[in-house]
């Protein structure tokens, strides 16, 4: 009998793709997968997501205004997992929307919204002779902007969740472990590393 070598790469949990369950608002039915996340490019890193905006209008943003966009699903995340939710580049440079990042928890459990701001640009005008004499005057473009119903605004991309293990120590034994690492920053803090 021949002496026959078998490999296998084995299978691990991190191998498998995860499996995130979508499902539509109740008035979303008749669209389809219009509201599931979708990747513009097969390398895309982030799924675009939708503005569900009530009653299918647009929604209007005044400046400066906070508003939360639903997005019309609520998601079933796999053990294991959370994801992001993350501003599309054309959500900030086209809309000046300023968005919060989420960190959507495997437990949450209610419609996932797009938090922002719409923050326009602003247009400085001085008046006087010099610098010093001079009267600084911030005009903000006071127009509002209009999210369309089923426009894309952000994205969602799927994260493993980490584990550790939290452990207190007293100030003394922080500082002879930093010690013992050595490390050039100490107690520098932002921008501390930059000459």
């Known amino acids: 009998m021949p002496n026959t070598t078998i490999s296998h790469k084995p299978t691990y949990q ?65 053990e294991g997992w959370w994801y992001e939710l993350k501003p599309r580049s054309s959500s900030f440079t086209k809309k000046n929307l300023h968005a919060l990042y989420g960190t959507i928890d495997s437990d949450f459990e209610n419609e996932a919204l797009f938090a922002c701001q719409y923050i326009p640009n602003l247009v400085v005008q001085s008046f006087g002779d010099d610098s010093y004499s001079s009267i600084m005057r911030v005009k903000n473009k006071l127009e509002s902007i209009k999210i369309k119903f089923g426009e894309a605004i952000g994205q969602i991309i799927p994260v493993r969740r980490q584990e550790m293990n939290v452990e207190i120590i007293s100030n003394n034994d922080c500082d002879e472990l930093y010690a013992i690492r050595g490390d050039k920053r100490g107690l520098g803090g932002f921008g501390s590393t930059s000459k």
């Open 14 to 78: 991190h191998d498998k793709i995860p499996n995130f369950k979508f499902a539509l608002r109740e008035d979303l039915q008749d669209t389809g997968d219009l509201f599931l996340p979708t990747r513009a490019t097969p390398k895309a890193t982030g799924w675009d997501v939708r503005a569900a905006t009530e009653n299918r209008q647009p929604l209007v943003i005044k400046a400066g205004e906070y508003v939360k966009i639903p997005l019309g699903f609520r998601v079933v995340v796999p």
